[in-house]
């Protein structure tokens, strides 16, 4: 009996709760969860910045679903006012408190065949993070991998030219943490200050 009641908090043990946020710029309303302390929106941005912005193959049907892609230097004033860019440190602390990045990412994908092209490794999307593939824009202006990879800017550099991302393949169950030139287009993860 007690190891019932253990697993079953291990499998609940993500404290969410649902809700929604209306950002007051374009009246756009997104789904939002709250991980333990963490309350993240449960979309990618689709706040149409200045420069530096594009929807996936200059296509705006592309925004409703995915978001847009976003430089690094746009990504790190993209979010509305009381919410931030997501940081290395808020992915490294949801990532291992889902088990490390060997596993995480069947945890925050969408579930189904809907927008991941198969195979879709596992994914449970437990948290309701619902995280999509919306692909990204290299810097000669070339889209690439819509529906087969999430790529998401943190808010760290690692230098001058180089900032942190999230990368999460259709085809695993993992997450990683990386860097690469800040000119890429990715998406955007808005977390609640």
């Not at 808020?90 to 065949?113: D, H, M, N, P, R």
């Not at 990879?149 to 943190?154: D, E, L, P, Y």
């Not at 180089?162 to 000119?183: G, N, R």
Request: charged letters at 20%.
């Amino acid at each position: 009996m007690l190891t019932i009641a253990i697993l079953v908090i291990a499998i609940n043990g993500f404290a969410q709760t649902k809700s929604s946020f209306t950002d007051p710029r374009n009246g756009k309303v997104y789904k939002t969860v709250t991980i333990g302390t963490q309350t993240w929106m449960a979309e990618n941005l689709a706040y149409k910045a200045g420069g530096g912005c594009w929807a996936y193959n200059n296509d705006k049907e592309n925004v409703k679903t995915y978001g847009y892609l976003y430089t690094w230097d746009t990504a790190k004033k993209a979010c509305p006012a009381g919410w931030h860019l997501s940081s290395k440190d808020e992915w490294a602390a949801l990532v291992t408190s889902l088990g490390g990045e060997s596993v995480a990412g069947e945890k925050i994908k969408e579930t189904g065949t809907d927008h991941w092209l198969k195979p879709v490794s596992g994914a449970s999307d437990e948290t309701g993070l619902s995280v999509l593939p919306g692909g990204f824009r290299n810097e000669e202006g070339v889209f690439y991998d819509l529906g087969y990879m999430f790529f998401g800017w943190c808010s760290s550099e690692e230098d001058a030219e180089k900032a942190d991302h999230i990368l999460i393949y259709s085809h695993t169950k993992s997450v990683t943490i990386s860097y690469i030139k800040k000119i890429y287009g990715f998406s955007v993860r808005c977390v609640k200050d």
